[in-house]
C-alpha cells in the first residue's frame, strides 16, 4: 500500500491536470482495499486472546483497590498493607511484560503471513519454470518457434506461431502496441513457458537446458534499466561475477561510458542510487549495455532500449549496441523505426502473427503495414505546433 500511495502522490500533479479522481486511480484503491481485508482479518485473529487479556487485568485493578481502601481502617491487617501495595505495583509491571509478550504473538502472526505470500510466490516462479534439463550450452544462435501458442489467463496473445531466426544475425520485430513482440522476446528468454508447441535454440528444446543456461546465455536491456545501490563497476561486474577489473573496464569502454565515469572523481567506484549518483536514463542504459557486453551471452534481446531517450544518448547507445551485437543473435524490439533500418531483417507482427518479413527496402518496396508504419513514424516526426 505504501509504494502505491507514493506513487499516486508523485502522480498528484497529472491527475489534477486530466481530472482523474481518486476512485479512478484503480491501484491505490485496490491496495487500501487489500490492506483493509488484511488488518480485520488480523484483528479478528488476535481479539480472543487480547480481549481475556484486558478483561482479567481490569478486573485485578478494579477489585485490589477497593480491598486496600477497606483494609486501611482496620489496624489488625495494617501489618499486611506493604504486601498488598508490593503485590499491586508488581502485577502492574507485570503487566507491561505481558503485554510485550502480546505483542510478539501479534508480530508472529504478521510474520507468518507475509511468509506465506513468500512461499507462494516461490511456488509461483517454481512451478513456472521454463527449463529444467540438464543442457549447459547452446549448440549455436538459431532460434526456431514451432506452432507455439500463448496466453494470459483467457488472453490468446500468440497462436500457432512459427518462424526461424538464423544466428549471428540481426533482426527486428516491429508491431503496435500489445501486438505480442515483447512476448515473443520473453518466451525465448524462458521467462514464460508456452501453452503448446516448441521453442528450440541451438537445436535443442529450451525445456532440455538447465534455467543457470539460459539465464547465462540469453541478455536483456529493457528500456527501463535497472541499477543496483552499488558502484558502478559492481553493477556491471553482475554480468559476469567472474570477470577481471581489466574486462569489466573495457565493457564499460565498448559501451561508451568513459564520459560518464570522467564526470565523477571516484570513477567506476561512484555509488549510483538512493545515497550515491542519480544517472539519466540514457546513462543507465548504456551501464546496462557494458553488463550485457561482459556477460558476452549468443542471444541479445533489446527492448526498445533507445525509446525515451535524447538526441546525444541514443547516439552513445547506438554506438555502444553496436560492439554489443557483434557476432550474436539480436532481437530488437523497437518503435523508433529510423534505428532499425539496418538490420538483416525485420518481422512485423500483428495479433501475435508474423505478417510481414524481409528488410527495410523490400518492405517499403512491398508497401504494406511496415511502410504505412514508417509513414505515420515519418508524419509524427515531420509534426509541429503552429
Not at 538490420?343 to 523490400?362: S, Y
Amino acid at each position: 500500500m505504501n509504494s502505491e500511495t507514493v506513487e499516486y502522490v508523485r502522480g498528484m500533479q497529472v491527475i489534477k491536470i486530466f481530472k482523474t479522481s481518486v476512485q479512478s486511480f484503480k491501484a491505490l484503491y485496490m491496495a487500501i482495499k487489500s490492506y483493509s481485508d488484511y488488518a480485520l482479518n488480523y484483528s479478528f485473529s488476535c481479539r480472543t486472546a487480547f480481549v481475556m487479556f484486558q478483561v482479567l487485568f481490569v478486573a485485578y485493578a478494579t477489585l485490589v483497590v477497593p480491598i486496600l481502601l477497606n483494609l486501611v481502617p482496620q489496624a489488625q491487617h495494617l501489618a499486611m498493607l506493604p504486601k498488598f501495595i508490593f503485590f499491586y505495583f508488581a502485577v502492574g509491571l507485570l503487566y507491561v511484560t505481558f503485554m510485550k509478550i502480546m505483542y510478539v504473538f501479534m508480530y508472529q502472526y504478521k510474520g507468518s503471513a507475509s511468509t506465506e505470500k513468500i512461499e507462494t510466490l516461490f511456488d509461483e516462479m517454481t512451478s513456472r519454470k521454463v527449463a529444467n534439463g540438464t543442457e549447459e550450452v547452446f549448440k549455436n544462435g538459431d532460434i526456431v518457434f514451432d506452432k507455439v501458442s500463448f496466453g494470459y489467463e483467457e488472453q490468446k496473445i500468440i497462436d500457432n506461431l512459427s518462424f526461424k531466426l538464423a544466428e549471428n544475425k540481426v533482426y527486428a520485430f516491429v508491431g503496435s502496441s500489445g501486438s505480442g513482440k515483447s512476448t515473443i522476446a520473453k518466451l525465448i528468454a524462458g521467462h514464460y513457458p508456452v501453452d503448446s508447441g516448441n521453442i528450440t535454440i541451438g537445436d535443442k528444446v529450451i525445456t532440455t537446458y538447465s534455467q543457470k543456461a539460459l539465464m547465462r546465455q540469453i541478455a536483456f536491456v529493457f528500456q527501463q534499466s535497472k541499477l543496483f545501490k552499488m558502484s558502478i563497476f559492481d553493477n556491471v561486474k553482475i554480468g559476469n561475477p567472474e570477470a577481471s577489473y581489466d574486462q569489466v573496464m573495457q565493457a564499460l569502454s565498448l559501451a561508451s561510458c568513459d564520459e560518464i565515469l570522467d564526470k565523477f572523481p571516484e570513477r567506476e567506484q561512484t555509488m549510483v542510487g538512493s545515497k550515491g549518483v542519480h544517472l539519466s536514463g540514457g546513462e543507465k542504459q548504456r551501464i546496462a549495455i557494458a553488463r550485457a557486453i561482459l556477460k558476452n551471452a549468443k542471444i541479445v534481446i533489446l527492448d526498445e532500449a533507445s525509446a525515451s531517450t535524447d538526441v546525444n544518448n541514443e547516439y552513445q547507445i547506438q554506438k555502444a549496441f553496436a560492439n554489443l551485437i557483434a557476432n550474436k543473435t539480436v532481437i530488437i524490439i523497437a518503435h523508433r523505426l529510423s534505428s532499425i533500418k539496418g538490420v538483416d531483417e525485420i518481422l512485423v507482427i500483428d495479433k501475435g502473427q508474423i505478417v510481414e518479413r524481409g528488410n527495410h527496402a523490400d518492405l517499403m518496396a512491398n508497401g504494406g503495414k511496415y511502410k504505412a508504419f514508417n509513414d505515420l513514424y515519418a508524419a509524427v516526426n515531420e509534426w509541429r505546433v503552429s
